[in-house]
């Protein structure tokens, strides 16, 4: 049982490029969440969705964009990156309501 | 939204030593959850304590919902102990403490 996978692992990126942070879970769950922490902090939330189709901004939304075409997968973009977003991206998911979330293992991403 | 304070931000200690770290929320909660995130930034869930008291081995928890704070027992410490533990409060959208940095010395 896989759980919550996140990909990649880790990123460079330069300021002004664009990229997708996969994420994907295989327990069903009907809520998926996006989560950055940064150094020393904890996580703050930037995107969540409670089913396919339905999403929703979280503490920290600008500059992330998000969909959720499927149960399983909720992919997170950065359109023009900037080094602000310099960050550690953890996915989690649940059940609907309030229910303990299982997270990912994280994807490290730097922005040069 | 919510404020999460935890206490104490860092917690020395030596290989089998007991400990309590607390965490203090500004309003009524329908979802608590205590985190250890290790040192390769793994987050692992030790519990989900909206209420009441658990147990898991050495590690036990208590929220009292009422006077808005929870706590996390440590018990006989070990080195893989050592990280970061958090506090997260609210409904679904979790509201994230700064964390206590754990360290324990062999």
């Known amino acids: 049982n896989a759980g919550v996978t996140q990909t990649p692992k880790f990123r460079i990126l330069k300021i002004g490029q664009s990229m997708t942070l996969q994420c994907t879970q295989d327990m069903n769950h009907n809520y998926m969440y996006w989560y950055r922490q940064d150094p020393g902090m904890g996580l703050k939330l930037i995107y969540y969705s409670v089913g396919a189709g339905i999403t929703d901004k979280g503490e920290v939304p600008n500059g992330y964009n998000v969909s959720r075409s499927t149960t399983e997968d909720f992919p997170l973009r950065l359109e023009l990156a900037a080094p602000s977003q310099t960050s550690v991206y953890f996915c989690a998911s649940s059940w609907p309501g309030n229910q303990p979330q299982h997270f990912g293992d994280g994807t490290r991403l730097s922005i040069l | 939204g919510i404020q999460v304070e935890q206490s104490p931000p860092d917690l020395i200690l030596q290989e089998g030593a007991n400990s309590t770290l607390r965490c203090n929320f500004s309003d009524s909660v329908n979802n608590l959850q205590w985190f250890h995130q290790n040192p390769w930034g793994q987050l692992i869930n030790l519990f989900y304590?909206?209420?009441g008291t658990k147990q898991n081995g050495r590690l036990s928890a208590t929220t009292v919902a009422t006077e808005r704070y929870s706590l996390l027992y440590i018990s006989s410490s070990q080195t893989t102990d050592s990280g970061v533990y958090f506090c997260a409060v609210d409904d679904y959208k979790l509201s994230f403490g700064a964390g206590t940095t754990v360290t324990v010395r062999a």
């Open positions: 304590i909206p209420s």
